[in-house]
């Protein structure tokens, strides 16, 4: 089993940042690919981002975060991070680390194997 715990959310007004973190522990050699994805109220849930623990460069982003967000890792760490900039209030949303053992990149949430929590990111106008 994977486990994995996000951290960092909070309230933040609109054009500044906020850094997510997702801690990663357990089997974390069975994974591949992280990846963060966000739920607004009364919305599906969607893609953000997304790499491959093991090359470094292999990044992949929604359109909507594109230029604002960065996805990263520190793999001593076994830390996934999400670094938020230029948010916009429709930025608000629960966001989701996830996993993935595939070693394919993904953007479905149903094609990931374990997830976290969640933690709220509210952005006010």
């Excluded at 007004?13 to 992280?34: D, H």
């Excluded at 460069?57 to 793999?75: E, L, M, P, Q």
């Excluded at 916009?88 to 929590?117: F, H, I, L």
Aim: a positive charge; glycine letters at 12%.
């Amino acid at each position: 089993q994977v486990q994995l715990v996000e951290s960092g959310g909070g309230l933040v007004q609109a054009g500044g940042s906020l850094r997510l973190s997702c801690a990663v522990s357990g089997r974390t050699f069975s994974t591949n690919f992280m990846g963060w994805f966000r739920q607004a109220p009364g919305k599906e849930r969607e893609f953000v981002a997304a790499l491959n623990w093991w090359s470094v460069g292999s990044t992949y982003y929604a359109d909507a975060v594109k230029g604002r967000f960065t996805i990263s890792t520190d793999n001593a760490k076994r830390t996934v991070y999400l670094q938020m900039n230029s948010l916009k209030p429709e930025d608000t949303a629960v966001y989701y680390c996830a996993a993935r053992r595939a070693s394919t990149y993904s953007g479905r949430g149903n094609e990931y194997d374990y997830w976290g929590q969640g933690t709220q990111v509210t952005v006010s106008s």
